[in-house]
């Protein structure tokens, strides 16, 4: 690979600023993280898992309702949500999602339509996720535990 002095003079201080063993190991983790971020823009279909991290300021009662309205409307693609509040009447919100690409890239639009999201950012992988649930598979849920 050949690449300009200067950019692999950065590189390197990344692989010693985290500690790396190699360049190789650097390049590996950025390659497959620019893959599937390409995989989410060009096969819509693809099925990915990641996360929606959402930082948001405002009257917290509405932003708040109106991102869980939007989730709701997205309740195959979002598993679990975790919240804290921030300095100075911000708040993060970290999204565990997994959906096929469009649906992932929808969720995100729909979320920064939101007022008062002021930075989000979703990263994806192609693993995926054990499925969580398969209907009748003999459990029986309306007890209380399976059967």
């Known amino acids: 690979m050949s690449l300009p002095a200067e950019l692999f003079r950065k590189l390197d201080m990344m692989v010693t600023e985290r500690q ?3 360049r190789s190991q650097l390049m590996a983790e950025l390659i497959r993280q620019a893959l599937a971020a390409h ?3 060009t096969r819509p279909d693809e099925m990915l898992a990641g996360t929606i991290t959402l930082v948001y300021r405002g009257e917290r009662g509405r932003v708040r ?3 869980a309205q939007t989730q709701a409307s997205y309740l195959k693609e979002v598993i679990s949500a975790q919240h804290v509040f921030l300095e100075d009447d911000q708040s993060l919100e970290v999204l565990l999602v ?3 690409a469009v ?3 929808d969720l995100c639009d729909a979320l920064r339509r939101v007022r008062g999201v002021q930075q989000l950012e979703l990263v994806t992988t192609t693993t995926l996720l054990p499925q969580l649930y398969e209907p009748g598979a003999g459990e029986d849920y309306h007890n209380g535990a399976a059967a």
């Open 65 to 67: 309702h109106q991102l």
């Open 98 to 100: 997994q959906g096929p």
């Open 103 to 105: 649906r992932l890239k």
């Open 20 to 22: 790396l063993p190699s």
């Open 39 to 41: 995989e989410a823009f």
